[in-house]
T-cell receptor
């Protein structure tokens, strides 16, 4: 069966410091990978998605970047964090392909607090 | 344009009584519909999904939902609530042709279960 791991679960970082959130998926090949951010009382905002190694699409301009160095590894990064980067970040995966019926499976999430 | 409306922000039920969480959607195309559950500080877990097969969809933990195209609804039900069902529930729409990973979320329904 497929599993998704995301870490760290909680992170407190000072303004201006770098960020690295990591996500790995097991039990599948060539998954679509995603990073979302969740604001309180709202749904998820898609930040980045990737259909393959080195292929990253950004949905919103922001202080963050993403990379996919391996097939099942997805990293969310920032060189200098802003206070507004605080939030709950979720990594997710779906089977390859673009069918709208493909289920998106979420990791446990990472709480980022920028102080 | 796509949108999802969860008609109740909070629902409270007693343990052992039925649960009804309401969801209406608007979509220009034939959508795929999902219900996810989120426990505090956790990722989203898929309960069930509809992708144009049977209109009555059975999910995990005794939940089911019925797709009614004429009413543009996808309400989530469970015959008998359990304390462990207390969580936030999201109705989600995915549309073919949209950006990969672009999901349309309702604002969520917080389910409280009283002993």
């Amino acid at each position: 069966s497929q599993t998704i791991h995301q870490w760290p679960a909680t992170l407190v970082q000072p303004v201006g410091s770098p960020l690295s959130l990591e996500c790995t998926v097991e039990g599948t090949s060539n998954p679509n990978l995603y990073w979302y951010r969740q604001a309180a009382g709202r749904g998820l905002q898609l930040l980045f998605y990737s259909v393959g190694i080195g292929q990253i699409s950004s949905e919103v301009p922001q202080n963050l970047s993403a990379s996919r160095p391996q097939d099942r590894q997805f990293i969310l990064s920032s060189k200098k964090l802003l206070l507004s980067d605080s939030g709950f970040y979720l990594c997710a995966w779906s089977p390859p392909g673009r069918s709208s019926g493909n289920t998106i499976y979420f990791g446990e999430g990472s709480w980022l607090t920028v102080v | 344009a796509q949108s999802v409306t969860q008609l109740d922000s909070h629902v409270s039920v007693s343990e052992g009584t039925p649960v009804l969480l309401r969801c209406n959607y608007s979509s220009s195309y034939s959508p795929s519909l999902f219900w996810y559950v989120q426990h505090p500080n956790k990722g989203l877990q898929l309960l069930l999904k509809y992708t144009s097969a049977a209109t009555l969809v059975k999910g995990i933990n005794g939940f089911e939902a019925e797709f009614k195209k004429s009413e543009t609804s996808f309400h989530l039900t469970k015959p008998s609530a359990h304390m462990s069902d207390a969580a936030e529930y999201f109705c989600v729409v995915s549309v073919g042709g949209s950006t990969l990973g672009r999901l349309y979320f309702g604002r969520g329904t917080q389910l409280t279960v009283w002993p």
